[in-house]
């Protein structure tokens, strides 16, 4: 069995410790918001936060999530509140949307500990974050306007 804390919610699972902490969200517990792309954790889709963190939950064995606090897409808030959430509607983000729960993680990761960014900052921190609709520069801007938002 492996406990896991999961947007403030325990879960109790029998499933193998290798199992990628992906599957374990989306087919073991039914959290589908965060996203597969690409299995080896390079495009960024499927990013959550460990411990505030945003890890790459593809390739992650769930075993290294055990007694982290994890928090994915649905935990960032209930009403899509949160500012980067605003942002991403205000600067209307997304086109195909796939890649995007893992970029606002992405965000929010970033923004917790650089909560006055410059644009460079900005680009530099979303490096690893892959659009293949190429939403960067909309990305960019939703990012420093949920910064103003935060104060």
Known sequence: MIKL???NQ????????DTPLLWVLRDTIGLTGTKYGCGIAQ???CTVLMDGEAVRS??????????KKLTTIE????DRSHPLQQAWIEEDVPQCGYCQSGMIMTAAA?????????????VQAMNGNLC???TYSRVRKAILRAADANG
């Open 5 to 7: 804390l999961i947007n």
């Open 43 to 45: 495009c960024g889709a």
């Open 110 to 122: 970033f923004l917790a500990k650089h909560p006055k960014p410059t644009e460079e900052e900005v």
């Open 10 to 17: 325990e879960h109790n699972l029998d499933v193998a410790s």
């Open 75 to 78: 935990g960032l808030s209930k």
């Open 132 to 134: 293949r609709c190429g």
């Open 58 to 67: 593809c390739s992650l064995p769930v075993s290294q999530a055990e007694g």
